[in-house]
């Protein structure tokens, strides 16, 4: 099973995936004191980190991000929702990579990439 696809793409298999699920609400304090609270909406935000990655890979990774900017449709692997994956509308946070390399043979790859997906 793939872990992670953006508008049908599969994307690499991640090394990391931290899944998040915040309950937003309301809640105030009437006169009296006592705590009103009214729950809005579960949203999702998944960190996903990939440990090496081919130069290709992130810049196919990045094109199919930026390409549907500001929102896509995300599945992702979720053992926390009914049936072990989420399919949700998301944007992505920043996408962050660092320890360029370079073999004898002029390839690139890319350590340490991180992107957050926060549902919309």
């Keep these: 099973m793939t872990t992670l696809t953006i508008n049908g793409t599969a994307l690499p298999e991640p090394s990391k995936n931290q899944n998040n699920l915040y309950m937003i609400?309301?809640?105030?304090?009437?006169?009296a004191g006592t705590m009103n609270m009214q729950?809005?909406?579960n949203k999702h935000t998944y960190n996903v980190e990939w440990g090496t990655m081919a130069a290709t890979q992130l810049y196919s990774m990045i094109s199919l991000i930026k390409s549907s900017t500001p929102q896509f449709t995300a599945t992702i692997l979720d053992p926390g929702v009914s049936g072990g994956s989420y399919t949700g509308t998301f944007y992505a946070g920043d996408i962050s990579y660092e320890d360029v390399k370079i073999d004898a043979y002029g390839n690139v790859t890319f350590n340490s990439i991180k992107c957050d997906i926060i549902e919309c």
């Design 25 to 31: 609400g309301d809640s105030k304090r009437n006169a």
């Design 39 to 41: 729950y809005i909406a």
